[in-house]
Protein backbone atom coordinates (compact mmCIF):
# COMPACT_ATOMS: atom_id res chain seq x y z
CA UNK A 1 0.00 0.00 0.00
CA UNK A 2 1.72 3.32 -1.03
CA UNK A 3 0.91 5.87 1.77
CA UNK A 4 1.28 9.72 0.71
CA UNK A 5 1.63 11.49 4.04
CA UNK A 6 1.34 14.62 2.50
CA UNK A 7 -2.57 15.48 1.82
CA UNK A 8 -3.33 17.65 -1.31
CA UNK A 9 -3.73 21.37 -0.32
CA UNK A 10 -7.46 21.88 0.40
CA UNK A 11 -7.94 25.59 2.33
CA UNK A 12 -10.02 26.05 4.86
CA UNK A 13 -11.21 29.63 3.67
CA UNK A 14 -11.73 31.97 0.98
CA UNK A 15 -11.49 35.74 0.36
CA UNK A 16 -14.85 37.15 -1.62
CA UNK A 17 -14.12 40.46 -2.97
CA UNK A 18 -13.72 43.34 -5.55
CA UNK A 19 -11.06 41.79 -7.70
CA UNK A 20 -8.83 44.86 -8.15
CA UNK A 21 -4.88 43.58 -8.75
CA UNK A 22 -4.31 42.92 -12.52
CA UNK A 23 -3.23 39.30 -11.60
CA UNK A 24 -7.21 38.87 -10.05
CA UNK A 25 -8.80 40.15 -12.70
CA UNK A 26 -6.37 38.23 -15.20
CA UNK A 27 -7.27 35.22 -13.09
CA UNK A 28 -11.20 35.43 -13.03
CA UNK A 29 -11.54 36.13 -17.06
CA UNK A 30 -9.56 33.15 -17.54
CA UNK A 31 -11.80 31.23 -15.02
CA UNK A 32 -14.21 32.40 -16.90
CA UNK A 33 -13.36 31.46 -19.95
CA UNK A 34 -12.94 28.04 -18.58
CA UNK A 35 -16.46 27.32 -16.95
CA UNK A 36 -18.27 29.05 -19.89
CA UNK A 37 -16.11 28.27 -22.93
CA UNK A 38 -14.35 25.20 -22.12
CA UNK A 39 -16.37 23.06 -19.68
CA UNK A 40 -19.87 24.43 -20.80
CA UNK A 41 -19.52 25.29 -24.66
CA UNK A 42 -21.64 28.18 -24.58
CA UNK A 43 -18.78 30.74 -25.76
CA UNK A 44 -16.64 29.88 -28.45
CA UNK A 45 -12.96 31.09 -27.35
CA UNK A 46 -14.10 34.00 -25.13
CA UNK A 47 -17.03 34.79 -23.41
CA UNK A 48 -16.02 38.92 -22.69
CA UNK A 49 -18.66 41.25 -24.08
CA UNK A 50 -19.29 45.25 -24.16
CA UNK A 51 -20.68 44.52 -20.39
CA UNK A 52 -17.01 43.95 -19.35
CA UNK A 53 -16.34 47.41 -20.18
CA UNK A 54 -18.06 48.78 -17.12
CA UNK A 55 -18.59 45.65 -14.60
CA UNK A 56 -17.02 45.32 -11.87
CA UNK A 57 -15.51 42.09 -11.28
CA UNK A 58 -15.38 40.52 -7.93
CA UNK A 59 -13.12 36.84 -7.03
CA UNK A 60 -12.63 34.57 -4.56
CA UNK A 61 -9.45 33.95 -3.27
CA UNK A 62 -7.81 30.38 -1.89
CA UNK A 63 -5.45 31.20 0.68
CA UNK A 64 -2.57 29.70 1.78
CA UNK A 65 -1.06 30.13 5.16
CA UNK A 66 -3.44 33.40 5.10
CA UNK A 67 -2.46 34.77 1.78
CA UNK A 68 -3.91 34.59 -1.45
CA UNK A 69 -3.19 31.84 -3.46
CA UNK A 70 -5.45 32.03 -7.00
CA UNK A 71 -9.06 32.93 -7.98
CA UNK A 72 -11.10 29.88 -7.48
CA UNK A 73 -14.79 31.69 -8.39
CA UNK A 74 -15.98 35.05 -9.87
CA UNK A 75 -18.61 36.83 -10.95
CA UNK A 76 -19.37 40.52 -12.28
CA UNK A 77 -21.85 43.14 -11.31
CA UNK A 78 -22.86 46.03 -13.14
CA UNK A 79 -25.02 49.21 -13.44
CA UNK A 80 -27.41 49.73 -16.26
CA UNK A 81 -26.72 52.94 -17.64
CA UNK A 82 -29.90 53.77 -18.67
CA UNK A 83 -31.69 52.82 -15.58
CA UNK A 84 -30.17 54.21 -12.26
CA UNK A 85 -30.68 51.83 -9.50
CA UNK A 86 -31.16 48.82 -11.32
CA UNK A 87 -27.81 46.53 -11.38
CA UNK A 88 -27.11 43.10 -13.05
CA UNK A 89 -24.98 40.45 -11.76
CA UNK A 90 -23.47 38.01 -14.49
CA UNK A 91 -21.08 35.22 -15.54
CA UNK A 92 -20.67 33.50 -11.89
CA UNK A 93 -18.51 31.01 -12.18
CA UNK A 94 -16.54 28.29 -9.50
CA UNK A 95 -13.68 26.31 -10.55
CA UNK A 96 -14.88 22.80 -10.97
CA UNK A 97 -12.57 21.46 -8.08
CA UNK A 98 -13.90 24.13 -5.90
CA UNK A 99 -17.35 23.22 -6.66
CA UNK A 100 -19.80 22.16 -3.89
CA UNK A 101 -18.12 24.26 -1.55
CA UNK A 102 -21.55 26.16 -1.13
CA UNK A 103 -19.79 29.03 1.05
CA UNK A 104 -18.54 30.28 -2.51
CA UNK A 105 -21.48 30.88 -4.63
CA UNK A 106 -22.94 32.13 -1.36
CA UNK A 107 -20.55 34.40 -0.78
CA UNK A 108 -20.18 35.48 -3.88
CA UNK A 109 -23.60 35.99 -4.39
CA UNK A 110 -23.35 38.09 -1.11
CA UNK A 111 -20.71 40.70 -2.11
CA UNK A 112 -22.23 40.67 -5.73
CA UNK A 113 -25.73 42.25 -4.11
CA UNK A 114 -24.12 43.87 -0.90
CA UNK A 115 -21.59 46.25 -2.44
CA UNK A 116 -24.45 46.70 -5.33
CA UNK A 117 -26.71 47.90 -2.65
CA UNK A 118 -24.07 49.96 -1.17
CA UNK A 119 -24.05 51.68 -4.39
CA UNK A 120 -27.20 52.65 -4.11
CA UNK A 121 -28.77 49.35 -6.12
CA UNK A 122 -32.53 49.40 -5.66
CA UNK A 123 -32.99 46.44 -7.44
CA UNK A 124 -30.53 43.55 -8.51
CA UNK A 125 -31.18 40.69 -10.90
CA UNK A 126 -29.84 38.13 -12.91
CA UNK A 127 -30.25 35.50 -15.31
CA UNK A 128 -29.45 32.56 -13.43
CA UNK A 129 -28.99 28.82 -15.48
CA UNK A 130 -31.80 26.51 -14.03
CA UNK A 131 -29.51 24.19 -12.09
CA UNK A 132 -28.58 26.93 -9.79
CA UNK A 133 -31.87 28.35 -8.90
CA UNK A 134 -32.35 26.13 -5.52
CA UNK A 135 -29.38 27.85 -4.60
CA UNK A 136 -30.34 31.57 -5.56
CA UNK A 137 -33.47 30.85 -3.80
CA UNK A 138 -32.15 29.63 -0.30
CA UNK A 139 -30.39 33.21 -0.46
CA UNK A 140 -33.70 34.91 -0.95
CA UNK A 141 -33.90 35.42 -4.61
CA UNK A 142 -37.14 35.15 -6.44
CA UNK A 143 -37.94 33.78 -10.00
CA UNK A 144 -39.60 36.08 -12.37
CA UNK A 145 -39.36 34.77 -15.26
CA UNK A 146 -38.14 31.43 -17.45
CA UNK A 147 -35.50 32.83 -20.55
CA UNK A 148 -33.76 30.88 -22.81
CA UNK A 149 -30.42 32.05 -23.58
CA UNK A 150 -27.18 30.74 -25.68
CA UNK A 151 -29.52 27.28 -25.47
CA UNK A 152 -29.52 26.58 -22.15
CA UNK A 153 -32.99 27.80 -19.81
CA UNK A 154 -32.34 30.09 -17.60
CA UNK A 155 -34.80 32.04 -15.12
CA UNK A 156 -34.55 35.97 -14.57
CA UNK A 157 -34.56 36.55 -10.67
CA UNK A 158 -34.39 38.95 -7.89
CA UNK A 159 -32.80 39.54 -4.67
CA UNK A 160 -34.31 40.24 -1.97
CA UNK A 161 -32.41 43.46 -0.76
CA UNK A 162 -33.75 43.30 2.54
CA UNK A 163 -31.58 39.97 2.97
CA UNK A 164 -28.29 42.05 1.87
CA UNK A 165 -27.50 44.45 3.59
CA UNK A 166 -24.95 47.43 2.40
CA UNK A 167 -20.87 46.13 1.88
CA UNK A 168 -19.17 49.65 1.81
CA UNK A 169 -15.79 47.69 1.96
CA UNK A 170 -16.06 45.59 -0.69
CA UNK A 171 -12.14 45.65 -2.08
CA UNK A 172 -11.59 43.81 1.50
CA UNK A 173 -14.44 41.92 1.00
CA UNK A 174 -15.63 39.05 3.53
CA UNK A 175 -13.73 35.57 4.69
CA UNK A 176 -16.44 32.08 3.97
CA UNK A 177 -15.07 28.79 5.19
CA UNK A 178 -15.12 25.36 3.52
CA UNK A 179 -17.90 23.69 4.15
CA UNK A 180 -17.73 20.67 6.26
CA UNK A 181 -17.22 17.24 5.33
Same mark, same amino acid.
Given at each position: !???????? +????? +???? +??????? #??????? #????????????????????????????????????????????????????????? /?? #?????????????? /?? /?????????????????????????????????????????????????? !?????????? !???????????????
Amino acid at each position: !MIFDPVPP +FRPSH +FNVK +FAVAPWE #RRACAAL #RRQVFCTEQGIFEGDDRDAIDAHAIPICALSTLGGEADGVVGTVRIHEVAERPGEWW /GS #RLAVARAFRGTAAL /GA /GLIQVAVSSAHARGCTRFLAHVQERNVPLFEALHWARLDAVDLHGRAHHL !MQADLSAYPP !MYDPEHGLVTFRKAA
